[in-house]
């Protein structure tokens, strides 16, 4: 079995090709600059993008089953379409996709909506897969601004209802899925899976989380959508800036709902519940201060 991995060298794929490295699975591994980059023994790294054809068509030869994941991007709709289609070409059978809570609801935030897209491209080209919804990634908390440094939670989620994905599960889940789907002796049927730890946060209880872990207060910086993304276009594209509010508007008026069965769905998949946000934070705070 082989697996291609695109957005292999992201915070998500680079952890999907661990997994599937891990349990002995050969991985090609999808990247634009293969000689700048470093993966575990198993993996060959391949060249190309999702908007190159000609080298999705030489990534995919040969392939079992694929983990995609498209970069949110101007163009991402395009590169994931083509690839969908490429895949569906290529007679491969085995399938995990990258999408994301709510794609089909929340229509204004581009990168939903081409992930919604992408979705109805699956189920109406019969393509058996397993499509992966997380929610707000755990990983956004130390990454964007950390908590830790500036005693803020900056992120706009609002105080609704929040699921949070730690991108470690969600990455472990990937590689069971695709591991699952290549074995078995018959095609599996398609699946959607809200990839979400069960707890319900709001923007006040992450901070109050955080406080609690580190021993220093640490307060919700509040709602304000014109400062987020005045602060986000200092590193991000302003077409992203306003994706990313466009987002957080969402959560701030409509919230998260998980799928029922979800958790106990995941639990079969890892063996064990999803991480909590509290964990992630503990564990973030432990790293940083061994």
Do not use: C
């Not at 957005?7 to 998500?12: K, R």
């Not at 591991?179 to 319900?200: F, G, K």
């Amino acid at each position: 079995m082989t697996v291609l991995v695109t957005g292999a060298t992201g915070t998500v794929g680079r952890d999907v090709v661990a997994q599937l490295t891990a349990r002995g699975v050969p991985v090609r591994a999808l990247t634009r600059s293969p000689e700048n980059a470093e993966f575990p023994d198993g993996v060959t790294p391949v060249a190309g993008d999702l908007l190159d054809t000609e080298a999705m068509r030489a990534a995919l030869s040969g392939v079992d089953g694929v983990f995609l994941l498209s970069p949110v991007a101007a163009d991402e709709l395009t590169g994931t379409l083509n690839t969908l289609d490429l895949v569906r070409t290529a007679g491969i059978r085995s399938l995990v996709y990258l999408s994301v809570i709510h794609a089909e609801a929340f229509t204004d935030p581009p990168h939903f909506a081409a992930k919604a897209a992408a979705e109805r491209m699956i189920a109406e080209a019969g393509l058996p897969a397993t499509i992966l919804r997380p929610g707000y990634y755990m990983q956004n908390d130390t990454q964007w601004h950390s908590p830790l440094e500036h005693g803020v939670f900056v992120s706009p989620v609002g105080n609704r209802a929040v699921l949070a994905t730690d991108t470690r599960d969600l990455a472990e889940v990937a590689a069971v899925s695709l591991i699952q789907r290549m074995r078995a002796d018959h095609v599996l049927p398609s699946e959607t899976l809200d990839v979400v730890t069960p707890e319900i946060l709001t923007g006040e209880a992450m901070a109050a989380v955080w406080s609690e872990v580190s021993g220093r207060p640490v307060a919700y910086a509040g709602d304000d959508l014109d400062t987020f993304e005045q602060q986000m276009r200092r590193f991000l594209p302003a077409w992203n800036a306003h994706d990313l509010r466009l987002m957080f508007h969402r959560f701030q008026i409509d919230g998260m709902t998980a799928a029922p069965r979800a958790d106990q769905r995941l639990r079969e998949l890892l063996g064990r519940p999803m991480r909590t946000y509290r964990e992630f934070a503990a564990q973030t705070v432990a790293s940083r201060t061994d």
